[in-house]
Nanobody
């Protein structure tokens, strides 16, 4: 499975942005997709996930209400809508895919549960 993230850029605080992640290859093996981000000098953190079948999404409390993950099966794509962007949202955003495991609850936030990673897309929010 190969993942290609796109849609990042330089935006102003309060703007919205939609990131895309296109999956290719053996997509039939994917169980779920997640988005993580890594700010300079910080550890990579989980921001959203959804099962490939379209079940309920998962978010950490820190982004609930501003981040929305969705998927489009026909295009093998997952999206991350970010509203009311803040300077602290500045980070490289990575999409990831998990296969071979059934995830539930807090497992969705664990990087080790994801087998495949995209290259990341930079989001920079100016104040």
């Amino acid at each position: 499975v190969q993942l290609q993230a796109s849609g990042g850029g330089l935006v102003q605080a309060g703007d919205s942005l939609r990131l895309s992640c296109a999956a290719s290859g053996r997509t039939s093996s994917i169980y779920g997709m997640g988005w993580f981000r890594q700010a300079p000098g910080k550890e990579r953190e989980f921001v959203a996930a959804i099962s490939w079948s379209g079940g309920r999404p998962y978010y950490p409390d820190s982004v609930k209400g501003r981040f929305t993950i969705s998927r489009e099966s026909a295009k093998n794509a997952v999206y991350l809508q970010i509203d009311s962007l803040k300077p602290e949202d500045t980070a490289v955003y990575y999409c990831a895919a998990t296969s071979g495991l059934v995830l539930y609850g807090s497992m969705w936030s664990q990087m080790g549960k994801y087998n495949y990673w995209g290259q990341g897309t930079q989001v920079t929010v100016s104040s």
